[in-house]
């Protein structure tokens, strides 16, 4: 497993070689590299197979439904992005929603042409997503440690603003494109709406109703439904058929990297090796760090953050009390430290990753600088927010 560790840094430096030096498509790219590092890290050939069509599979489903959607959105109807202040406010809402990937891909439009606001607002997306309920990073782990959704709402909302404040003065802060609101944008407002809704529906105390009711909300909240909803609106409010623009497939590429990027997560998913490295980050003298560390260490290693915040909730929630968190305030703290080590480090192993760098067109090397390095930031500086938070109460 540790084995499986080393390899991933090679992986990431083979895969930055293959597209920037070769020319390699990236979804390719990954898929020579998934291989490559299957056989390496000891796997069968039917262990990689399998695990690489799932998370493909899932990643397609998921989110690939939505970049299509967000692409075809742009191409009908929108053709400058949001002003500033607006790209900031629809990241931290989309934040707010079901899936970070899902939110960013409806997103496209409105970083187009401002690459600098196009990262701003991911990383706006990522720091909401991680630590602010009805997201269901933030509800899980709430879950998981008992939390009070009231008491982590109270810390965990302004940390999250000043940190993704922070973010946007590091990346956006410079951007000069001019951005344009107009009615066109309820294409993507209201799909990003919904994914809000499913993440009220599916909370465990679902304040939209059991049943029937519940089942609405999240069923009308599927990636389907929103591409076809998405898409739709684009269409009547554009006020003409454009059949030209629907035949287009500019979209197809990002598609299948996101796809392939998933695929990536679930055979490093397969290796157990994140869970393994983040064992070690449990120790009770590292206080609110340890929960911190230990959802960065799986985010990092496998690429999806829910199961970075369960992995790393359930290791530590029996610790609590060593930890000197076992308390009403400690336990909302140490949920929202993991939401917070959940967003660090976003690469290549997640299709987040990819969206946002197609966005910000910016080749991989330059993505892995500005992305990782920004969710990074921002995670970090979530931590100290929230263990000033600590030493004050």
């Known amino acids: 497993m540790i084995l499986a560790a080393l390899l991933l840094p090679v992986a990431i430096g083979a895969l930055v070689l293959l597209i920037q030096r070769f020319g390699v498509p990236v ?32 990643a397609l489903e998921q989110a690939g439904l939505l970049v299509m959607a967000g692409a075809l959105v742009g191409a009908l109807l929108i053709r400058q992005p949001l002003p500033g202040p607006a790209a900031a406010a629809a990241g931290a809402l989309s934040g707010l929603g079901g899936s970070a990937a899902g939110g960013l891909a409806l997103l496209q439009p409105a970083g187009d042409g401002a690459p600098r606001r196009a990262i701003g607002m991911a990383l706006a997306l990522l720091i909401v997503h991680g630590l602010v309920a009805p997201s269901p990073l933030a509800v899980a782990s709430a879950s998981v440690f008992n939390a009070d959704i009231r008491t982590m709402l109270w810390i965990a909302v302004p940390v999250a603003a000043i940190s993704a404040a922070v973010g946007w003065f590091l990346i956006a802060g410079r951007e000069t494109a001019r951005g344009v609101l107009s009615l066109g944008w309820l294409a993507i407002a209201i799909p990003v709406g919904l994914l809000i809704v499913q993440s009220i529906a599916q909370m465990p105390t679902e304040p939209l109703g059991k049943g029937g009711a519940r089942e609405f909300y999240t069923g ?57 490295l983040a064992e070690r980050a449990l120790d009770a003298r590292l206080g609110l760090l340890a929960p911190f560390l230990a959802a960065a260490i799986v985010k990092t290693m496998q690429g999806n953050s829910l199961s970075a915040v369960l992995t790393a909730s359930g290791m530590i929630e029996p610790m609590l009390p060593a930890l000197g968190l076992d308390s009403a305030t400690g336990r909302a703290l140490a949920a929202a430290s993991v939401g917070a080590g959940s967003i660090a480090i976003c690469h290549v192993n997640d299709p987040f990753f990819w969206i946002a760098a197609h966005m910000a067109n910016l080749p991989p090397l330059a993505a892995l600088r500005v992305i990782a390095l920004g969710s990074l930031a921002v995670s970090v500086t979530a931590l100290l927010l929230l263990s000033a938070v600590r030493l004050a109460l």
């Open 27 to 58: 979804f390719l790219g990954l898929m020579a590299v998934v291989a490559g590092y299957g056989i390496a890290a000891d796997m069968t050939f039917q262990s990689i197979g399998k695990a690489f069509g799932l998370g493909f599979a899932t």
């Open 220 to 276: 009308i909240s599927r990636p389907l439904m929103l591409a076809v909803l998405a898409i739709a609106l684009a269409l009547l409010l554009s006020r003409r058929w454009q059949p030209d623009v629907l035949a287009d497939m500019r979209w197809a590429p990002l598609l299948l990297t996101v796809a392939a990027a998933g695929g990536f997560a679930r055979v490093l998913d397969e290796t157990g090796m994140a869970e393994l």
